[in-house]
């Protein structure tokens, strides 16, 4: 759902602390699944979803899985809206499609994540992708988030796929040199990302190091699954923290709410 604010100025806002997102890849669970998962997260503290992930997802089965999370939330918050008790704003979060390319877009999305794979070795990923989908986003009308994408090692599959040259740990001037590279673009948001599934987090230092320039929302995921990494990227200079792999692996709904609700504690206690 669309937030009053308007999207961007909505992720841009640093009054709540660091905020966590939930990433659903439409590919690996069907649209009905996937909003249940989506419902029992933002019960739990989740504030914006992304859908996106897998390379080969088709559109229908992208926008399928948007639509069905956009009704079940609308319905949640027509429910709470006929009880004074509840709180109407806790289903108001934003549907935000999350690419891997030019196919996976759907007009039921608030928004996209408009990235440039900064340290992408190929055009593809530089303004190729970007140049494709361009016309269809406008069409659509679906807002771009202007967002710069930096894939640290271990990388994983985006990391492969996008032949971005990886960010080591402690390569904290080249990434201070990015970070400024996205805000002269006039990049809103610069998403560091360590891989879906990564053994290790983003190093701590280089979000450190991205969060100098001030400008910049930081969006950190890949690899994070504990209250605890996520209070290290938070006390870092995260603004937003995503997982994946924590809400595919979750056994059931219950584990989903409580392990979402450990990182959302976490990301909260340590925000700077
Ligand atoms: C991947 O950063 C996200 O794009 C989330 O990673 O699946 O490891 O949580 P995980």
Redesign the pocket.
Known sequence: MLPEEGLLNYILDRSQGCRHIT?IDPGKQSAEEATRRVISAVGAGSRMIFVG?STDTPDEVVHNTCKTIQEALELQIFASSQDPSSEEDLWNVPVVLFPGGAHALSPAADGITFMMLMNSQIRKFLIGEQLRGAPYLDKFGVEGLPTGYLVFSPGGK?GEVGQAELIEPGQTDLVNAYALTAKMFGFKILYL?A????ATQVDHKCIESARQVDELCLIV????RSGEQAAIAAAAGANWI?????TEDAANLEELSQRISEVVNGAQSSSS
């Not at 891989?195 to 990564?198: I, P, Y």
């Not at 995921?221 to 994070?224: L, P, R, T």
């Open positions: 990433l992930g985006v990302e891989g879906s599934g990564a995921g890949g690899g994070i995503v997982t994946g792999t924590l």
